[in-house]
């Protein structure tokens, strides 16, 4: 006699794991809003995230919809939002972003495999809800970034520790746009869409870290986001602000590191 064993396929496992992450996503975009868990929490909801995409990276989760559709250059990003004029969110707000080119609308006979420039034909979708970081905890942007700037509340900062303390995100390494805004891994433009459209001038600017469809980081190097608690205070201008750290010893960090693994630390020396 024989015996005929049914298991489940290839395909039907990897659509089971992509179900329990968006359904996790949801919830967590659902929970992340409340002042709970405070700058612990933050920091592990922003490794949760980059977990999440790095899972969507490597079930190569694309950004077309329409069957027979291909996606080209996929890019895996978690973006942190960068709007002085927008206080309750600017450097909380943050939401996981897929983006690639659709083969459908390449029509002049380009190769869609060549295309690397995101500002021109590529498509974004967030496929979970934007979510906030606690009340009270913020993301600390690169030194580059002279829009929102780090101020010890004594003003004196010379002799405060914190003003050492800033996100390193190198630029994207497989692109040879590198002299584009969207390629310099400080910013990019983008509007929360549950379908896939392109880049508008409508569009807010975020903070990014890249992941390649490997799973592995797109910077070269090693990438630290620093999170803080403090307030953040508005600038003369609508396009300023001033963050106003607790104390030298409310910060966090995490790691990204060059193979796509997400780690968290409190060390002063990563930190500084």
């Not at 396929?9 to 929970?31: P, Q, R, Y």
């Not at 973006?79 to 996981?96: A, E, F, K, M, T």
């Not at 869609?112 to 942007?141: C, E, M, Q």
């Not at 549950?194 to 090693?222: I, T």
């Amino acid at each position: 006699m024989s015996h005929v064993r049914r298991g489940f396929t290839l395909i039907e496992l990897l659509v089971v794991i992509t179900v329990i992450l968006l359904i996790s996503g949801m919830f967590l975009g659902l929970t992340q809003n409340s002042n709970s868990g405070g700058l612990v929490g933050g920091q592990r909801m922003l490794a949760s995230s980059l977990k999440s995409l790095r899972a969507m990276a490597l079930l190569n989760q694309g950004v077309t919809t329409q069957q027979g559709s291909t996606t080209y250059n996929a890019r895996y990003r978690l973006l942190i939002l960068n709007d002085p004029s927008d206080p309750v969110n600017h450097l909380r707000q943050y939401v996981i972003a897929v983006g690639g080119i659709d083969s459908r609308t390449i029509t002049d006979g380009s190769d869609p495999s060549s295309i690397k420039n995101t500002d021109l034909r590529y498509k974004w979708l967030a496929p979970v809800p934007a979510s906030t970081l606690p009340n009270g905890v913020y993301f600390i942007p690169p030194t580059s970034d002279t829009t929102t700037v780090s101020d010890p509340e004594d003003k004196v900062a010379d002799s405060w520790p914190g003003n050492k303390k800033y996100s390193q995100i190198p630029k994207i390494a497989d692109t040879t746009f590198q002299a584009s805004t969207f390629d310099t891994g400080s910013s990019m433009t983008f509007l929360p869409k549950n379908q896939p459209d392109n880049l508008g001038s409508d569009g807010k600017k975020w903070y990014y870290v890249e992941l390649q469809p490997s799973g592995a980081s797109n910077h070269p190097g090693k990438v630290m986001m620093i999170l803080a608690s403090g307030v953040l205070v508005p600038g003369p201008s609508a396009s300023t602000a001033t963050f106003q750290p607790q104390s030298a010893n409310q910060f966090s960090g995490i790691v990204l590191r060059p193979n796509g693994d997400v780690a968290l630390t409190n060390n002063a020396d990563d930190l500084n």
